[in-house]
């Protein structure tokens, strides 16, 4: 059981560290440009504004997040930075939570209590 949560967890990081990269490979291309267009930029605040809300659910956080959020693109870049941290911080814990239940035996007591 502890090697299929593992791979889960790989599997979230890659994806979380992929989606970091990708909207960081995305600031630094309006950035090369004189002028990003301000729909470019909008989208990839809308982006940002998201994954703050999946972080909010997955963190069961009553209060959601703007998924529309007016952002300049320096703080698209900020957001990306800190939104990217949380999802990592989020696999980590998730990691951490499942060990201490594979070690005190919860896992085999909540299959043979469903």
């Known amino acids: 059981m502890l090697v299929k949560s593992e791979a889960v967890a790989n599997e979230h990081e890659r994806l979380f560290a992929y989606d970091a990269w990708a909207n960081r490979e995305e600031v630094q291309r309006l ?3 004189d002028s990003p267009p301000a729909k470019a ?6 982006i940002i504004g998201t994954e703050w809300l999946f972080l ?11 998924v529309w959020p007016d952002l ?3 703080d698209c ?3 990306i930075e ?3 941290g949380r999802m990592a911080e ?3 814990t998730n990691r951490r939570r499942r060990i201490r239940q594979l070690k005190r035996g919860e896992v085999e ?3 043979r209590d469903s």
């Open 109 to 111: 007591q909540q299959r």
């Open 90 to 92: 989020r696999v980590w």
């Open 56 to 66: 909010g659910r997955l963190r069961r956080n009553p209060k959601p997040a703007i």
């Open 72 to 74: 300049p693109l320096d």
């Open 31 to 33: 950035r090369s440009l």
């Open 82 to 84: 800190k939104a990217g």
């Open 77 to 79: 870049a900020a957001q």
């Open 41 to 46: 930029i909008k989208i990839l605040a809308h």
